[in-house]
């Protein structure tokens, strides 16, 4: 018996060993795979822009409207849905934004409210078809023929054109670079001292802490990484505001998901969901809450594209709901469901942009990038189903 | 030809740093029916494992000799073309084929040159071999309109369709009903005077000694003993596989019910499937405070789907009234049942009870976060003093509560899934087959954690298919027979053919 339970014991804690292990390796790969494209496209861009701060000041502008869609598509997939009517939903939003300044002459503030409005509404009824039974892949790909087609209907055809100076603010400002740095100086302190907050609660309670070495070799990886973001677009123009956007949301929303009840169930219901029911989680409320955010971050998403363009076109937001996919999966969320983190996802969408960017500084022709993300997109999700089931 | 068909010769498993089997010896003789026991993670499996193939040649020391040769076997077809055949416990039939497409999957007659499968000839070689080993199942039904006893049967069918020599059973019996475990048991023995040889994994010690003839005890990855069935009684047996003398089985403690607690009236529910069919039909029962309340009936009595009603699982399929200390309620989902005090431990702890990615502590606090949060935000500091309670009260064996439960033993993860339930303060705990799958050590803590619940006025409603448990441990006792209560009977000198002649339906008015 005792023996038995020693057995047991060792067993356990050998296999928690190798899966932290696993895990490690693939938070890791993330970040590996992040620099490898990084320095592949720096030594592959003869001219030399690829690293330069005015580049790099584009990639994360750029990587705004992704790393928005990829939050808002990460609940979805942690429960085990898809949406793909999120990239029209891009479209319809932006330009719905643009046609209530330029045609109804709305002020950018009520537009924006409006245009958030609607996406949450629009993100409701995916939710509800899901509710009524109808699997989340044929509910939005509904919305994704019909959200593209309410586009085209009303723009017929037509760009709209967006001059609002405080609604193209959202898109292209940046922060002063004084600004930057006293909210990085503030990032890192808040990092430190939460950092050792933790620890202390952890040994209070017994649990295992990284060596304090260690610790402070990821504190000092975390600073310094901070510092040079914001040190890197203060040399260019400043820290661009959508990423600030994209900062803000991502904090709050990993937030929601790790310490709220509505974060917890909605991982107990991807993690199993017939457990999660009996435990008491209405599944029917929180899918339908997590469709309503995923299409408010689409109309973000939306507002955060036309801004940057300055227009909004009948094919704007194409193919990025598989964009959105993408990032979630490369940053680590589980498309068996229950598994994954906001930040990850947000990663990930910067790999995603990195390679649009780099192979565009590279002047490969638009067909070659969509054949190397349909690659990476089943390469991501093949890696994480072969990882999840060799640890079974 | 050595009287030994099979022998496993020192063999020594280990995973990284932990020795599951150590120098086990096991001997089969052809043609007998031979018991391997042990507790959970006593190394049978793991064993069965090797001889299937699953742990290829070269991860394990020792030989497995076959009739004389030394077998290397690389994978789970090297031993199927030894003619040895092993089937699971979990079942791997398709729902949506017919019993004959699934006997012969992959497997199929063939006619036009081989292009066509041979419908006519498939059909009547399933009836044939059904025929042949007494299985009373019509070839063209649909596997998943079959009971999971039926549909084991099946499978067992499906192995012997290929020529087998030796058939392991992992637990046949675990999910059939008595007559079905008959019908399995007549099969083996005429099966057996046909020189197959049989090796089965059982927990069930009547079993053993209703079929087996010879029976090898396993204990911590060691042989402990072989012997033949006649040298052998029950508690030898038990002696062996836990390694001490267990004086007592259930540690019955009487409680007097006091007043009602929850009563049930005229409930009904219907299949999800087949919605004229009853599941369970017209049931009404009281519940009291600080009693243990049995329910045994066979499976497919309507028992777990009578509790998973009752709590409010199946929508809109339920009829009935249910009454809370007196007053009318309507439970319509689980949270409205937990609300009201409810809980209950499901069967199926992996399917419907536990998040097997997550650690224990998110599974304990799980059906409880109300109590771990702070303004609105989950606090991690009350979700550790939480479930660190619960793991020490109810002895949850593990290095971390950060562990998740998906890597914990069957004994342990029930342990966590009671957490998760006392957790929410219930009024009254129901248990669907609480001690299914884990071990004698872990069984005895969970029967003493009922006793105390029901000390401190808890209402604990055990369903269960063992009928020495139902025996050992109720105040009262229902038993089920296709979706009735056909018996009510207080626990006093009741005997296990009493409760198993109301189980197949005689009913008679004895109590009324």
Not at chain 1, 137 to 161: D, N, Q, V
Not at chain 1, 248 to 263: C, E, I, Q
Not at chain 2, 388 to 393: A, F, G, H, S, T
């Amino acid at each position: 018996m005792q023996q038995e339970g020693v057995v047991q014991e060792m067993n356990d804690i050998l296999t928690k060993k190798k899966e932290k292990r696993r895990v490690n390796i693939r938070k890791y790969t993330m970040v590996i795979a992040l620099v490898a494209i990084w320095v592949l496209f720096s030594f592959l861009d003869k001219s030399g822009t690829f690293l330069t701060p005015r580049n790099l000041s584009n990639l994360f502008r750029q990587m705004a409207v992704t790393a928005v869609l990829a939050m808002g598509m990460f609940m979805i997939l942690v429960d085990l849905h898809i949406d793909l009517s999120l990239g029209s939903l891009v479209g319809l939003t932006g330009g719905v934004a643009a046609l209530l300044m330029y045609k109804v002459g709305l002020n950018p503030f009520l537009a924006v409210i409006l245009t958030l409005l609607l996406g949450a509404v629009l993100g409701a009824i995916t939710g509800s078809w899901v509710n009524a039974g109808v699997p989340a892949f044929i509910a939005s790909l509904g919305g994704m023929l019909a959200y593209r087609g309410a586009i085209m209907g009303l723009t017929r055809g037509e760009s709209i054109p967006v001059s609002q100076a405080s609604f193209r603010f959202l898109g292209t400002a940046y922060l002063p670079k004084s600004i930057g740095l006293v909210l990085g100086v503030i990032a890192c302190i808040v990092i430190i001292l939460s950092t050792f907050k933790k620890r202390k609660d952890r040994i209070k309670f017994g649990f295992k802490v990284k060596p304090l070495a260690m610790e402070l070799i990821y504190l000092a990886v975390y600073v310094i990484s901070i510092m040079l973001f914001v040190l890197v677009m203060n040399s260019y123009k400043g820290i661009p505001v959508p990423i600030m956007i994209v900062l803000a949301l991502a904090l709050v929303l990993n937030f929601v998901t790790t310490k709220t009840r509505f974060g917890r169930q909605v991982f107990a219901i991807g993690g199993n969901k017939e457990a999660a029911k009996l435990s008491g989680i209405n599944i029917k409320r929180r899918t339908l809450q997590i469709f309503i955010i995923s299409g408010l971050m689409a109309s973000v998403a939306g507002i955060l594209l036309t801004a940057r363009l300055g227009t909004a076109t009948t094919d704007a937001g194409n193919g990025f709901e598989l964009d959105a996919v993408a990032s979630c999966v490369i940053g680590g969320t589980s498309l068996l469901g229950g598994e994954g983190t906001v930040l990850g996802a947000v990663l990930g969408a910067l790999v995603m942009a990195s390679i649009d960017n780099g192979m565009s500084i590279l002047n490969t022709e638009a067909y070659w990038q969509l054949i190397v993300k349909g690659i990476i997109l089943v390469v991501a999700v093949f890696v994480d189903i072969y990882t999840k089931k060799k640890s079974k | 030809m050595s009287e030994y068909i099979l022998e496993m010769r020192g063999i020594t498993k280990e995973f990284p740093g932990v020795k599951a089997l150590d120098n086990v010896n096991f001997k089969v003789k052809r043609g007998e029916v031979h018991a391997l026991c042990g507790e959970n993670g006593a190394g049978k499996s793991t064993l069965m494992k090797i001889l299937s193939g699953v742990y290829p040649y070269g991860t394990y020391k020792g030989d497995i000799v076959l009739k004389g040769e030394v077998q290397k076997f690389y994978g789970i077809k090297d031993s199927e073309r030894k003619k040895i055949a092993i089937v699971y416990q979990e079942l791997a039939l398709v729902p949506q084929m017919t019993v004959a497409e699934n006997i012969y999957l992959a497997n199929e007659p063939l006619k036009f040159g081989g292009t066509t499968i041979d419908d006519d000839k498939l059909n009547y070689m399933a009836k044939e071999l059904l025929n042949r080993l007494g299985i009373d199942i019509n070839p063209v039904t649909k596997v998943g309109a079959l009971g999971v006893g039926k549909q084991q049967l099946v499978e067992i069918a499906k192995a012997l369709s290929k020529d087998v020599e030796v058939l392991i059973l992992d637990e046949p019996t675990a999910a059939l009903t008595e007559t079905e475990v008959e019908t399995l048991f007549r099969i083996i023995k005429e099966l057996k005077k046909k020189g197959i040889t049989f090796i089965i994994i059982t927990h069930k010690l009547e079993e053993i000694f209703q079929i087996a003839d010879t029976v090898t005890i396993l204990r911590d990855g060691q042989t402990i003993s072989t012997h033949s069935i006649e040298e052998l009684d029950e508690d030898t047996i038990i002696k062996g596989m836990v390694g001490r003398e267990l004086t007592e089985r259930y540690p019955k403690v009487s409680h007097k019910g006091e007043e009602v607690i929850l009563e049930v009236k005229n409930f009904t529910v219907y299949d999800p499937n087949m919605p004229y069919r009853k599941l369970v039909d017209n049931v009404s029962f009281k519940v009291k405070k600080g009693e243990i309340l049995g329910i045994s009936g066979l499976v497919g009595a309507g028992r777990t789907e009578l509790v998973m009603g009752i709590f409010g699982a199946y929508d809109k399929l339920v009829e009935g009234e249910i009454f809370l200390d007196g007053k009318k309620i309507e439970i319509k989902s689980p949270s409205d049942a937990i609300r009201y005090g409810l809980a209950l431990v499901t069967e199926d702890r992996k399917g419907n009870g536990l998040i097997l990615d997550q650690s224990i502590m998110m599974n304990t606090t799980l059906a409880a976060l109300d109590k771990v949060m702070t303004k609105g935000i989950l606090d991690e500091n009350k979700e550790i003093l939480y479930s660190k309670k619960y793991v020490e009260e109810l002895k949850v064996k593990t290095p971390s509560l950060e562990q998740k439960v998906g890597n914990l033993s069957g004994g342990n993860q029930q342990k966590v899934v009671l957490a998760k339930w006392l957790m929410t303060n219930p009024r009254v705990l129901f248990l669907d087959e609480p001690t299914r799958g884990i071990d004698v050590g872990a069984k005895y803590e969970i029967y003493n954690i009922m006793n105390k619940l029901v000390e401190n006025g808890v209402a604990v409603v055990m369903i269960s298919s063992e009928l020495p448990e139902i025996l050992g441990m109720s105040d009262r006792i229902l038993v089920m027979h296709e979706g009735k209560i056909k018996g009510e009977l207080e626990n006093k000198n009741v005997t296990q053919e009493e409760i198993m002649y109301y189980a197949t339906g005689r009913s008679r008015a004895r109590n009324e």
